[in-house]
């Protein structure tokens, strides 16, 4: 598992840390657009200090990671996005009306949002262009269909059949009609990710995402923050963009530092504001007599860990035995002791926080006595019947990790059965994930957007490239298809809550536990939230000076 | 001096064979071995469509010494490739930066290594039978003991945290005469120590022995019949004959280093060729790993043919064994 490898403060989050007050509507003082109801808060100054990575890319259309999406969505938008309370919100929409049958969003663009250079303001043909050219197979974005492919009409461009995508239309210039191919209710969440993001034509056009890409280091956006400075593996400078149309940050200047370097030390010798904590500092700075712990945050991330079996290979194809590995797993003990309660327990696959997360969810509990009986109940009739079995991980070290190993004793200890470990880097690990070579694996799965098709539909679903426990229920897929397109969401949410629950007894996955942040921020940095996916969320922070 | 001319002749005559078995060797390692680049792009989602899309425009499904060939080709005029990690900037435009910086604080090292090493290992060798000696070589090995993962904590540490004398660290270059110099920061003080700390042994430990053996010689023994000081023995007769061997180890030296960077520059965070390479080698970032491998193969070729020059200059017995040693 890679979760405790990156030093953790950027990416995701899910409740507000530190008290900020609310940037009010108090007009601009740098010359911000005239228009009534857009407010500009003054620009207060003040520096923010960052850890960061570089960015694989910062076209909004190729981006397919956290890195990258993380300073994206600060210096680009789209059409929404979400706002601190994760709610989805208005962004160069100023609103929007979806058809009876869920199929049409009209947008009603705000008038006035203008590129960080120039006063070109944004109009619905910048939007479509910008869509379809993420959708442009001479792109070559490798996301563009997970995200804008339910509109009517991508398929046809891809391929090749069409000049355009015709369920794009911009009706004027303030008035975009989307027409996706069903009520898909997590049509807007996908919005909120990069790839339909807006870019300038002008400085875009002729660019893909592997050639011409020289015009990131400097993009025209219409994001919070305008990029001032990207220098490749030493440092990225963010300055606000004073004319946003949703309130001009209160930061004067944000510095991410890009080389690496001991994040906590780093830290700890001020050079930074924000840090992760790893598991080997925790104990510290838990420890209430300890100065950094009055830095210390905590906050879930909307993810999951877990063990996943290939149900098409043996012994784990039957039902029962996949179970009795489940049971045989004390995740209290291992969370306590190996994890020092760093993470959430999972009993289902759904984070707590995640629209439909199902409070009553039966997981399978630790239960020795019903492990045992399981497998004796199985057709390999017991520990003695099992073929020779091996658990695959993803990894660099000269050792599995202590949670694997954790595991694996208690499967001895319990079962008693032997598994053998066999470690890979990821880029092979992943190839023979997807060739279905492992017989269990254990992986992590991190939320897109927050909406449980994101989850459900994409890891279990029979015909899901994602499904790589090769698992397949028609009840599971009837319930997933009919969830897909319910526009009522309390029905909707209850339909993935059924799924949920006949995953988890039929076992293709052991969910393990889910990540939290665990995080040092500066008394004198105020706002800074740890969402728990990608969100802007720079233009709440405030630094006292 | 006639040895020398035909010697480095067909050294170079066999340059261009030994980058053409390296970039072979790394290509076919890169294409046939397991995971590949726009797979890993992908991450967990997966589309096997786009997959093929932009393996297929990147010339990824052609057979392979087509895609060899088409390297090859570009590399002559002098295209790199572009990297997939960050995506699509030539190759040619991060590297070289990258290169130099890790360079840069490599030969500082090399240099500090070499400077505490001989005079070290000179003097242990003369202090020989007494403590000094033991105590001398001990303290060095201390340091070559203690891994690289272990010291540099304990340097930011002390250094950072408790005195507060030094950022812990990062990487700060000025313009000199129109170079990017990043030396001359105190930041990098820490990395220098943490790298040079644990070479200085195997240089002190080899000049002592070779000092010890010179000691041992006819010549000394002469040098010092005659009467001359003992000033004069040790510099002019011990210390230049016990050198000889050292020049080949600077070429060695300098690997050793190269091998180190990588947990110095991740743990310092300093932008260099290191750090970067791992990561290109984890992305299957072919052009990357491409390029690096061929440009360290021809920095060997010239480094060790230069060893060998520099050699056959101070050491006649060399040239005159009937054109030069053969490798």
Redesign the interface.
């Known amino acids: 598992m890679r979760l405790f490898l990156r030093s953790g403060c950027y990416g995701l989050a899910a409740v507000v840390v530190g008290v900020m007050a609310l940037l009010g509507g108090c007009g601009g003082e740098e010359g911000g657009p005239s228009d009534e109801g857009t407010p500009a808060a003054p620009v207060t100054g003040g520096e923010l200090r960052l850890l960061g990575r ?4 910062l ?1 909004p259309a ?1 981006a ?2 956290v890195d990258s999406a993380n300073y994206i969505v600060e210096v680009f938008g789209g059409l929404v996005t979400i706002d601190r309370e994760q709610q989805i919100v208005p962004d160069i929409a100023e609103r929007w009306d979806v058809s009876d049958d869920g199929t049409v969003y009209t947008f009603e663009l705000r008038r006035g949002v203008l590129f960080h250079k120039g006063d070109r303001q944004v109009t619905a043909s910048d939007v479509k262009y910008s869509m379809e050219r993420a959708l442009d ?1 001479d792109t ?1 974005s ?2 563009a ?2 995200y804008l492919g339910d509109i009517v009409g991508a398929e046809e461009f891809i391929d090749g059949d069409a000049d355009e995508v015709t369920g794009i239309e911009a009706v004027d210039s303030y008035t975009l009609r989307i027409t996706i191919d069903a009520p898909k209710p997590y049509f807007l969440a996908k919005l909120t990710y990069p790839t339909g993001f807006v870019v300038d034509r002008r400085q875009v056009d002729g ?7 020289n015009w990131q280091r400097r993009p025209n956006a219409t994001g919070p923050f305008k990029l001032k400075e990207w220098d ?3 440092r990225i400078v963010l300055e606000p963009n004073s004319r946003y149309h949703l309130g001009a940050a209160s930061l004067g200047r944000v510095e991410y ?6 994040a906590i ?2 830290y ?2 001020d ?1 930074i504001d924000v840090t992760g904590v790893g598991l080997n500092d925790i104990e510290r700075v838990r420890d209430p007599a300890e100065p950094l712990n009055q830095d210390f945050h905590e906050a879930p991330r909307m993810d999951i860990w877990y063990i996943g079996f290939n149900v098409g290979t043996p012994p784990f194809d039957d039902p029962k035995v996949r179970q009795a590995f489940a049971h045989a797993i004390d995740k209290d003990k291992l969370i306590e002791v190996v994890l020092l309660d760093a993470v959430v327990e999972a009993d289902g696959i759904l984070p707590p926080g995640i629209p439909g997360f199902n409070e009553e969810l039966q997981g399978l509990e630790f239960d020795v006595e019903k492990a045992q009986q399981l497998l004796a109940e199985s057709e390999y009739g017991g520990p003695d019947g099992l073929p020779d079995m091996e658990i695959a991980s993803s990894g ?1 070290g000269a050792s599995v990790g202590p949670v694997s190993e954790a595991i694996l004793f208690m499967w001895q200890e319990n079962l008693g059965v032997s598994v053998s470990t066999r470690q ?5 690990f ?3 994930l ?1 060739d279905g070579e492992y017989q269990m694996f254990e ?1 992590g ?1 991190v939320a897109d957007y927050p909406d449980p098709e994101n989850f459900l539909k ?1 890891q279990f679903y029979s015909g899901s ?2 499904n790589y426990s090769h698992y397949a229920n028609s009840e599971v897929d009837r319930l997933l298809e009919q969830a897909d397109t319910e526009t009522d969401e309390a029905t909707r949410m209850s339909l993935y809550q059924q799924a949920e629950q006949i995953i988890v007894n039929e076992a293709p996955w052991i969910p393990l536990f889910h990540d939290k942040f665990s995080v040092l921020i500066k008394p004198y940095v105020e706002g800074y939230t740890l969402p728990p996916f990608v969100i802007p969320r720079l233009r709440y922070v405030q630094v006292e000076e | 001096m006639q040895g020398i001319l035909p010697f480095v002749v067909r050294r170079l005559v066999w340059a261009p064979f030994v980058l053409l078995a390296v970039s072979l060797a790394t290509f076919a390692l890169g294409r046939f071995g ?3 680049p ?11 469509e ?2 093929e ?2 393996r297929h ?2 010339g990824l499904d052609d057979p392979f010494f087509i895609q060899y060939g088409n390297y090859m080709w570009d590399v002559l005029h002098g295209d790199l490739g ?1 990297t ?6 030539p190759v040619e435009d ?1 590297i070289f ?2 290169m130099w910086v890790t360079i840069q604080y490599n030969l500082v090292a090399l240099v500090i290594i070499f400077a505490i090493g001989i005079p070290a290992g000179i003097w242990a060798a003369l202090r020989q039978g007494s403590w000094q000696d033991p105590l001398t070589i001990s303290i060095f090995l201390f340091f070559r003991s203690v891994p690289v993962l272990v010291i ?2 304990i340097l ?2 002390i250094f ?2 408790k005195l ?1 004398w030094l ?5 700060e270059e000025r313009d000199i005469l129109g170079m990017k110099i990043g030396i001359l920061d105190k930041r990098i003080i820490m990395p220098i120590l943490a790298l040079s700390l644990p070479g200085i042994a195997a240089v002190a430990r080899l000049m002592r022995a070779q000092t010890l053996e010179v000691l041992d010689e006819d010549f000394v023994r002469t040098a010092r019949a005659k009467g001359l000081r003992e000033v004069v023995v040790i510099s002019r007769h011990v210390a230049r004959n016990a050198l000889l061997p050292m020049t080949t180890i600077v070429g060695f030296a300098l690997v050793g280093l190269l091998g180190g960077s990588l947990f110095v ?7 260099g060729i290191g ?2 390479t791992w990561e290109a080698v ?3 970032d072919y052009d990357v790993i491409m390029a690096v491998t061929l440009i360290t193969a021809s920095a060997f070729i010239v480094a060790n043919l230069i060893t060998d020059i520099t050699y056959g200059f101070i050491d006649p017995r060399v040239r005159l064994g009937g054109g030069g040693p053969r490798y």
């Open positions: 570089d960015p694989l890319t076209d190729c397919s990671d197979p070559q490798t996301v269909e997970v660019s893909t995402c592997f050639s011409n890409t490749l593996g030493q530092t890009l080389g690496g370097g001991s030390t780093m700890e010798n050079e660099r890979t880097e990821f880029a092979t992943l190839s023979d997807r992986l799965w994409i490239n994602n | 397991p995971g590949d726009v797979e890993i792009l992908q991450g967990q989602y997966h589309n096997p786009v997959v899309r932009i425009e990147r572009t997939f990690a960050p995506r699509g900037v991060i930066d990258k540099i904590p930011q540490f950072a945290i507060g950022p812990s660290s990062g990487w520059e991740t743990l310092f965070g300093i932008p750090q970067f984890g992305n299957r």
